[in-house]
């Protein structure tokens, strides 16, 4: 693909050599003549003026070097329409493979998939143009939508955490009879798991993604279009608002609510019941806002150096 054709096919205008072969993406620092990288910004700047990349996608303020240059104002949101280009997705192959086990009831939309060792129980419905990967394991009573993408190893429907004590101090299981409802264009990462409801239905909406190593617990209710980064566990009955961003190693108590729009940074903690709004991100255990989060550790730094 020469740069002229990229640029026309992304819509962006260029500068430079319009028949430059591309056929590769690659980082600024190990760049060739027939690859592309990105500079998203004034940092990466010096970096990108010593390139050898054949193209590069910068920013509108990158000056004119005499390179050839993509300019867009979200140079990594580009980038990433590119690769998809220059590394086109195999044409998945609907079908069930012979190593699949689907129970009773079950429906697998039109253009689907499900790879190998992959097990999906009874009355499961997923939508059209779905991939479950290999060793996906989907239980009883689970609904997945359309443009689904399920990873390796990850668990649908599994019985949510939840025990009682009897009158003998000891724990009895307390029955998860609900389902779970995953909407249309989720992808879910590699060992993640999603439990069913105790009762009603963990629920995840169009357009979220989880990341791998996620656990949603019984009866969470995730909004459109959430990310949530690894290594994050909720807790059951927990509320997640549209658009919300969840860093990674997260831990949020039950019954939390996070609003629609709030960001959630790496490694906080939210307890139980605590309502995260939307506005400044919020950071550490337990979570506050980001501004508040630093003045604390601050203030501890300077009490370490009294002495």
């Not at 430079?16 to 072969?21: E, F, L, N, Q, T």
């Not at 970096?47 to 990349?53: L, V």
């Not at 909004?223 to 961003?245: C, E, F, K, N, P």
Request: hydrophobic share 40%; charged share 20%; with cysteine.
């Amino acid at each position: 693909m020469t740069v002229a054709e990229l640029a026309r096919l992304l819509g962006a205008p260029f500068e430079g050599d319009a028949d430059r072969p591309l056929s590769a993406a690659a980082p600024l620092d190990s760049a060739s003549e027939t690859d592309l990288v990105f500079a998203a910004g004034s940092k990466a700047f010096d970096q990108a003026r010593e390139s050898r990349a054949g193209c590069l996608i910068v920013p509108p303020d990158y000056p004119a070097t005499g390179q050839t240059l993509l300019r867009d104002s979200d140079p990594r949101r580009l980038f990433a329409r590119a690769l998809a280009l220059l590394y086109p997705d195999p044409p998945v192959e609907p079908g069930i493979h012979p190593s699949v086990v689907m129970g009773h009831g079950s429906i697998l939309g039109e253009g689907s998939s499900a790879g190998p060792g992959s097990v999906i129980g009874r009355n499961v419905t997923i939508g059209r143009d779905s991939i479950l990967h290999a060793n996906v394991t989907v239980y009883d009573r689970v609904r997945i939508g359309r443009n689904a993408i399920l990873h390796s190893g990850c668990v649908i429907g599994a019985d949510g955490f939840g025990f009682a004590m009897d009158e003998h101090r000891r724990y009895v299981k307390f029955p998860q009879v609900g389902e779970v409802e995953i909407g249309d264009d989720v992808e879910i990462g590699a060992n993640t798991c999603i439990d069913r409801a105790a009762l009603g239905v963990t629920r995840i909406g169009d357009g979220t993604k989880l990341d791998n190593l996620v656990h949603i617990g019984h009866n969470c209710q995730i909004g459109r279009h959430v990310v949530i980064a690894a290594q994050t566990g909720l807790a059951g009955g927990v509320s997640i608002g549209d658009y919300a961003v969840i860093g990674g190693q997260v831990g949020v108590g039950p019954k939390a609510r996070i609003e629609s729009g709030a960001v959630v940074g790496s490694g906080a903690g939210i307890l139980t019941s605590k309502i995260v709004r939307a506005g400044a991100p919020v950071w550490g255990t337990p979570a506050r806002p980001l501004k508040q989060y630093l003045a604390q550790l601050g203030a501890l730094a300077r009490l370490a150096r009294r002495p």
